[in-house]
């Protein structure tokens, strides 16, 4: 089966600053990739996704990068705000039909003011 | 619209008990899968119901079972519970048309297992 893994899994960013965080999945098959954010007692909230089709892309301060060859896709937080501390999942997926995430194990992302 | 909801939010349970949750999808919404998130083992998918029927399942025992209402209502019972079943149950929906499966999680089901 899948297995999808996360890197760093704690991150501290001066605010204002930009945070990378990194996955690596073992299954060709997959071809959809999403990231979720989850504060402190609250539901994960999809943040930005990507399918294979796609190297790139960006929604706003939000960006996420996949290199399929290499089996890995990245998150890049740019201009960094307290209110982005949180911990950050990636997933994957078989696109069509199959709706089983496999996530990573999640970064913890703290903001200094 | 409405957003994913879960009942009960929160449950104390004891060893051996059994215990029934519920999710409601968003409107439109045909599958529903269902996460349990630990601590230790992160999230891990348990099962997704699409149109009545269990179209994945993920490795847990038999004790976790799940099923889905005409309505795309779910609900996953766990029988003889463990100390370790102890988690947050999170369910998400998605309208999985074919052309994309954006899932959407509900606030999930705190279980404690004493």
């Known amino acids: 089966g899948e297995n999808v893994e996360q890197h760093p899994s704690t991150l501290s960013v001066q605010e204002g600053d930009s945070a990378v965080i990194k996955c690596t999945y073992s299954?060709?098959?997959?071809?959809?990739f999403p990231w979720y954010k989850q504060e402190l007692g609250k539901r994960p909230q999809l943040i930005i996704d990507i399918r294979s089709n796609v190297g790139e892309k960006k929604d706003q301060r939000i960006a996420v990068t996949l290199n399929k060859t290499a089996k890995h896709f990245s998150l890049h937080i740019t201009e960094t705000q307290p209110e982005d501390s949180a911990v950050y999942f990636c997933?994957?997926?078989?696109?069509?039909?199959?709706?089983?995430?496999?996530f990573g194990t999640g970064t913890r992302l703290t903001i200094i003011p | 619209k409405a957003g994913v909801t879960q009942t009960p939010r929160y449950l104390i349970k004891t060893r051996g008990q059994q215990v029934t949750l519920s999710c409601s999808p968003i409107?439109?919404?045909?599958?529903v899968s269902w996460y349990q998130q630990t601590p230790g083992q992160g999230l891990q998918f348990l099962f997704e119901y699409f149109s009545e029927t269990q179209r994945n399942k993920g490795n847990f025992p038999g004790r976790f079972s799940g099923r889905q209402f005409s309505n795309s209502r779910s609900e996953m019972n766990v029988s003889t519970l463990e100390l370790g079943d102890s988690a947050l149950y999170l369910c998400?929906?998605?309208?999985?048309?074919?052309?994309?499966?954006?899932?959407?999680f509900g606030p999930g089901t705190r279980l404690l297992v004493l």
């Open positions: 998400a929906s998605s309208f999985s048309s074919g052309t994309g499966e954006t899932q959407y």
């Open positions: 997933a994957a997926s078989i696109d069509f039909g199959n709706e089983k995430l496999t």
């Open positions: 409107s439109g919404h045909r599958s």
């Open positions: 299954d060709s098959a997959s071809n959809y």
